[in-house]
């Protein structure tokens, strides 16, 4: 039985199919499979730079911003009598806090602020830690503060930084005017960084005999010695060479013993 026609008003009907392997020329495929190696190859840096930020964004969060290098310890050392916790109380360091962040000079400057700190050093140690290591001023003297029966512990420039009950083994350096609101005053501050070096100055056998340091003024120091005796030193200047004086004229008859001008000494 013969097919019957198709109509010319019909429309066509067209279906896509995949053309196998074997339809497409070899040298088609070489051609596309050129062309992917080449889009590979040109995108592969933008994708590895894109992953190394993203590796670096995560990395810098964790360290700068989590609190998975937050601050799990504050160590201190040479703490002393002020105490470890007074000087993690005034170093401000918070704990869980980045520590990659912290800012070391600021925590430094408020270590510093404790009149007994002479210096600090404060470093960071990861993953978790902050060491503060605090050096204490050592004590050379003792002020009387008024008529408060209390003391005032100077270092060796003078400054003030801890009040006791007893001078103990402390020589006494009476400035006169260094009461309790006195000791900030700059003439007060003279005075006492004058007498600490004197004091410092001293031989120990000098020392001994020693009862108290008279600064009334910064170029005004005597010494006071335990049998009544007065040595007139004058300013802190040449300190050492006045103190070799002063013990070699010891044994000279005479109350007062004036080695402010070591050329120039005489005994009364």
């Known amino acids: 039985m013969p097919e019957p026609r198709r109509t010319s008003g019909a429309p066509r009907r067209w ?12 040298s088609v495929r070489r051609f596309n499979e050129r062309a992917r190696a080449r889009r590979i190859a040109a995108a592969r840096p933008w994708l590895l730079a894109a992953v190394a930020l993203v590796v670096l964004g995560a990395s810098a969060w964790v360290v700068f911003a989590s609190s998975v290098f937050g601050v799990a310890t504050v ?5 002393g009598f002020v105490g470890a916790s007074a000087i993690r109380d005034a170093s401000g360091v918070r704990l869980g ?7 070391t000079d600021a925590i430094t400057a408020r270590v510093r602020a404790i009149p007994a700190v002479a210096d600090v050093v404060v470093s960071r140690h990861f993953p978790r830690s902050v060491l503060i290591q605090v050096t204490l001023r050592q004590p050379v003297a003792a002020v009387p503060i008024g008529a408060s029966h ?14 006791v009950s007893s001078p103990g083994d402390l020589p006494v350096i009476d400035a006169s005017a260094a009461a309790a609101a006195d000791l900030g005053r700059d003439q007060v501050r003279a005075s006492l960084a004058a007498a600490a070096e004197v004091v410092v100055a001293l031989p120990s056998d000098l020392r001994d005999l020693l009862l108290r340091v008279e600064a009334p003024s910064e170029s005004g120091v005597e010494l006071v010695l335990t049998d009544g005796r007065r040595i007139v ?10 103190a070799r004086v002063a013990e070699s004229l010891l044994a000279q008859p005479g109350k007062v013993i004036d080695v402010s001008a070591p050329g120039v000494v005489t005994v009364r």
């Open 15 to 26: 279906r896509l199919v995949r053309a196998s392997g074997i339809a497409i020329p070899a």
């Open 233 to 242: 030193w004058g300013d802190a200047t040449d300190s050492q060479q006045k």
């Open 75 to 79: 160590r201190v050392t040479g703490s």
């Open 150 to 163: 209390r003391y005032v512990q100077v270092d060796a420039t003078g400054v003030p930084f801890r009040t």
């Open 97 to 103: 806090a980045p520590l990659a962040t912290l800012d």
